[in-house]
């Protein structure tokens, strides 16, 4: 069944960068489809590959189980790059991450540059990337192979990101560096698009000069992904693809900054008619909030269900400053907003699949950034529902809209999204439309499936509001003011590079930026 869908959101220049024609989009849900996906599609590549991430790990395991055992190279990052080069002479790979915050040192993997630099290939670059604005940080995540074949969204590939559908808790499979960890939910897509893979070719190569990086070296592709699509994967019958981005520093066409995601989210909150379904990481934008409250008051207009897939708490003190205290404002005002309108609004997280009257010790970590309306639009990409992830840090999202009568697309979209709700619940799918946060309210409060409803704010979180406004703590933040940069935004790989390995080209932290995006 199609229905009407609403006024196009889509307008280019203002909430979106480029568009290009596709021959085939789809969805990889959860680690184990993306990373197998990779796998497979980077050893197609006849000339490049180029990686660009928040955070990458040399150890992280591409393929587990069965399918690890019967891999014709090896199925860890750094081993399977460089396996690649070895395998032909005309590959050239560049990896690209951020060069993360000391803050993180604990948590990433220490030697990096150096693993990647001097135990690989010369064929294979890596490159730290502090080139961003006072506070924020790179946090687009997307490869591109040949300029033909593309995957873009929330996944990373590195540790602690790897999961399958099912979540079971536990699974000896889901490890990293030997250790077990927590069951990881995430989305990413795929794009065989020539069009697509050029702009994002030049986005990566503008990223990688602002960074200090010599220019690529970048052969014509010999090969094709005309055949191509992933085993596992949600296909989304779009023709054409749409790209946004938020980036302080600006765009190729000389535009002083860009908050494409964020003003496509907006545009999609105002015009959504009968629903808006989202997953995301972190719920603590004010502007995104005060927008959806407003949809929510709305009396004189169809009603609305929203549904909003969410992590249970923050998942650590460090994160809970920094945004947990300020989602469970956001989530405060949204309940306080639908109180008495026509409107519904539904808040949920899920739990992993355990054996049978085990209950789960913890919930299933949400990493994911999407949001669907009226099931005629989709964004996926890496842009949170942050302060940060809307003003300040680079982030990335796809985006694909039916187009006047396009049923086939729309039928994809729900399918997609139906999937997703099947998964959180623990069932084989679910068909309900019309009514829909009724009926997960009422499986969530029977436990009838995975879906729990989401308790914030709790009466803990209430206290502290009463006393803190948390949207004028400094942890998640707002568009700064661009100036000079801090003694903290080098990075580690600053210093490393510093100290230690061959010096980087100096750059001037603006200028050279706006150069290399011009």
Known sequence: MTQDCHTPILDRGRNYWCDAEASRVGMLVDG????????????????????????FDTDACLLRGKE??????????????????????????????????????????????????????????????ANHVEGGSHHQKFVVIDGQMSFLGGLDLCDHRWDDRKHHDPNPLRVSRGEPHRPFHDVQTYMVSSGIGAKLTELFEARWRGAGGEPLQLAEPTGSFADYEPAASTPLAARRVALSRVDPFGMPEGVPGCREITDLTLDAIAVARRLIYVETQYFSSKEVGDALAARLKATDREPLDVVLVLNEHAETVKEEVAVGLAQAK????????????????????????????????????????????????????SANLTNRSTCIDT???????????????????????????AEHLGVPDLEQTEGLVAELDERANQRDGRLRQHPSPTPGEREILDVIDPMVLPFDPGAPEVGDRSIFVGGVGALWDRFVAAPKKPTEFMEDRRSALG
Not at 80 to 92: H, I, S, T
Request: net charge negative; glycine share 4%.
């Open 68 to 129: 690890a055992e019967g891999a014709p190279l090896p199925v860890t990052l750094l081993a399977y790059l460089d396996a690649l080069c070895k395998r032909n002479p005309d590959l050239r790979i560049y990896v690209l991450a951020w060069d993360f915050h000391a803050v993180f040192a604990i948590e990433r993997e220490w030697m990096q540059a150096w693993r990647f630099r001097w135990l690989t290939s010369d064929r294979l670059q890596f490159q730290f990337d």
């Open 330 to 381: 956001v989530i405060k005002e949204l309940r306080e907003a639908v109180a008495g309108s026509p409107n519904h609004l539904g808040i949920y997280y899920t739990v992993p699949c355990t054996e049978p009257g085990v209950e789960p010790e913890h919930a299933t970590y949400i990493h994911s950034k999407l949001l669907v309306v009226d099931d005629c639009f989709m964004s996926i990409g």
């Open 32 to 55: 184990d489809d993306y990373y197998r996906a990779f796998y497979e599609a980077a050893q197609r590549a006849t000339r490049y590959i180029l990686l660009a991430g928040w955070q």
């Open 395 to 421: 982030e990335l999202n796809l985006a694909v809209e039916v187009s006047g009568d396009d049923p086939e697309l729309q039928r994809s979209i729900r399918a997609a999204r139906r999937s997703l709700l």
